[in-house]
T-cell receptor, first 112, second 116 residues
């Protein structure tokens, strides 16, 4: 069965600093990978996704992620964060015909 | 284009009661999925409906059920509520092309259910 591990439950960072949110998945077959963001009292919004092709994926709000098949990782990065990036971030995996499996989430707290 | 809407947004019930939650997908979307979000278990998949048929099901007891109507609107029902059913219930819609899995899911704001 697929699973997703988000290695950090909380990541505090100062404004304008770079950030990396780590995600590892377990699957021996081709997968689709997603990062979603959830702001307080809201639903989830897609940041980016990897289906195939280039391993570097660019998303909205300046985020990007790199798919690393050998390390089964899909880490999310942003070179310079803003206060408004404070939110909970979820990594998710799926395969053809299956539902999304989410990680437990990482709370990103950006302070000035 | 309007997003995914869920009603009601908040709900308080007592143990043993039943509840029905509603989800209206984005216009043109044919697939609707439901998720339960709790602090302890995180986001867990309940079920997915496509063209009025359940296409995928998560590992939840039979007290959790759902259905989809011909206009793609969906409802989920929880019978004999337990304290542990307190959660944020999220609905997501997608176009429904292909077999799923690779499509972007668009989430609603959720229904927060509190069971007393």
């Amino acid at each position: 069965a697929q699973s997703v591990t988000q290695l950090d439950s909380q990541v505090p960072v100062f404004e304008e600093a770079p950030v990396e949110l780590r995600c590892n998945y377990s699957s021996s077959v081709s997968v689709y990978l997603f990062w979603y963001v959830q702001y307080p009292n809201q639903g989830l919004q897609l940041l980016l996704k990897y289906l195939s092709g280039s391993t570097l994926v660019k998303g909205i709000n300046g985020f990007e992620a790199e798919f690393n098949k050998s390390q089964t990782s899909f880490h999310l990065r942003k070179p310079s964060v803003h206060i408004s990036d404070t939110a909970e971030y979820f990594c998710a995996v799926s395969q053809a015909g299956t539902a999304l499996i989410f990680g437990k989430g990482t709370t990103l707290s950006v302070s000035s | 284009k309007a997003g995914v809407t869920q009603t009601p947004r908040y709900l308080i019930k007592t143990r043993g009661q039943q509840v029905t939650l509603s989800c209206s997908p984005i216009s043109g979307h044919r697939s609707v999925s439901w998720y339960q979000q709790t602090p302890g278990q995180g986001l867990q998949f309940l079920f997915e409906y496509f063209s009025e048929t359940q296409r995928n099901k998560g590992n939840f007891p039979g007290r959790f059920s759902g259905r989809q109507f011909s206009n793609s609107r969906s409802e989920m029902n929880v019978s004999t509520l337990e304290l542990g059913d307190s959660a944020l219930y999220l609905c997501a819609s997608s176009l429904g092309t292909g077999t799923g899995g690779q499509e972007t899911q668009y989430f609603g704001p959720g229904t927060r259910l509190l069971v007393l």
